[in-house]
């Protein structure tokens, strides 16, 4: 595979390369890349995972060695599944589960914090990064976690987090840091971090997040996005057909495409992962349709010639089935996901 072929695959339906200039250069240069992307094992997985799942992918397709790291210690420090290192440690199994239920390649290597945290280099890295940033540049970085600046005046320990996740990068020796449009502030951390201490400086992928069913996309897309502690608000990997239809058929979906939770579900799941839309509808209504590419829905929607309730009916329609291998994985493997729905999600 030629070098301008990797780089595209790399960088299609990514929201930002930091920079393209220096992952053209990687491809130029190193036959085997290397990149990770962190997951905090915190409950059900939600379908915003498509997103990143599907970059791993091509990732991988252009010859991308990738590393998923299991961020236990960070979902500890972070409070999620109510602070217990042990639930944490069951989500995460369930976690590798739902990627490779995705179609990620099993050579993917599964890292977690707690074995990459085990050694004195991994600190002393840490505190470098930490003597290279200042605290207003931490506390700004807190926002990785889903928190405010200030939730750090309530429990010291935040105050760990993003200098980890710069270290994480660094002992893990990466070329390539994956992650959401949220995880921005972390990257620019390390790459900041390695301009002061002369150490390799990670390239940035991020991608762009899914905003929740229940609306609120004209906010910041951070503050907005799916979310597994409230259950309405996203679509989870293992929800039945008539959880998916319920839950889109009540989604928020206004008359433009800007802040519309279905158009997105459309644009950043369904087409590039099925190239296609079939919505079914009754004949005194038009009867069943085919688009052919995301444009000609979204055009057909914001002119007014496809009603939203057809729209709704082909989102979910298309999310069932781009969801289909997954439900019939944890059908046959059901055993680390019936471990995961008797913990208690708190946030």
């Known amino acids: 595979m030629d070098v301008q072929t990797k780089l595209e695959l790399a960088s299609r339906n990514a929201i930002e390369v930091v920079t393209l200039e220096e992952l053209r250069t990687l491809f130029e240069t190193k036959e085997k890349p290397t990149a990770y992307i962190g997951y905090e094992p915190s409950g059900f ?7 990143t799942a599907s970059k791993i992918i091509d990732l991988q397709e252009a010859g991308v060695e990738v590393t998923i790291f299991l961020a236990d210690w960070h979902a500890l420090i972070n409070d999620k ?3 217990k290192l042990e639930n944490i440690q069951v989500c995460g199994e369930y976690l590798k589960e739902c990627f490779l239920a995705m179609g990620v390649k099993d050579n993917v290597k599964f890292v977690w914090a707690s074995e990459l945290c085990d050694s004195s280099r991994y600190w002393e890295r840490f505190i470098r990064i930490a003597k290279s940033s200042s605290m207003s540049r931490i506390r700004r970085a807190m926002t990785i976690m889903g928190r405010a600046e200030d939730e750090a005046e309530m429990d010291a320990s935040k105050m760990l987090y993003p200098p980890m996740q710069a270290a994480d990068i660094f002992e893990l ?5 994956l992650a959401g449009m949220d995880q921005r502030r972390a990257h620019m951390l390390a790459r900041d971090a390695a301009d002061k201490l002369a150490w390799k400086k990670p390239i940035a992928i991020h ?3 899914l905003v929740s069913l229940l609306g609120g996309g004209r906010m910041d897309p951070v503050e907005a996005k799916m979310s597994k502690s409230s259950p309405n608000s996203a679509i989870f990997l293992h929800d039945s057909p008539e959880d998916i239809t319920r839950k889109m058929k009540n989604a928020f979906c206004p008359a433009e495409a800007e802040g519309n939770p279905v158009i997105d579900v459309l644009r950043l799941i369904v087409f590039p992962k099925l190239g296609s839309l079939h919505i079914e509808r009754p004949t005194k209504y038009g009867g069943p349709i085919d688009y052919a590419g995301f444009d000609e829905v979204l055009s057909a929607y914001t002119s ?9 009916k082909g989102a979910a329609d298309g999310m069932i089935k781009v969801l289909g291998p997954v439900r019939e994985y944890f059908k046959n493997h059901p055993e680390n996901l019936e471990k995961v729905k008797k913990l208690s999600v708190t946030r």
């Not at 997985?45 to 997103?51: F, L, N, P, R, S």
């Not at 010639?305 to 709704?312: C, I, R, S």
């Open 45 to 51: 997985v939600h379908a915003g995972q498509v997103i």
């Open 81 to 83: 599944l109510g602070g």
């Open 173 to 177: 020796g990466v070329d390539i840091a």
């Open 207 to 209: 991608t762009p997040l």
């Open 304 to 312: 007014g010639k496809l009603h939203a309730q057809d729209l709704k």
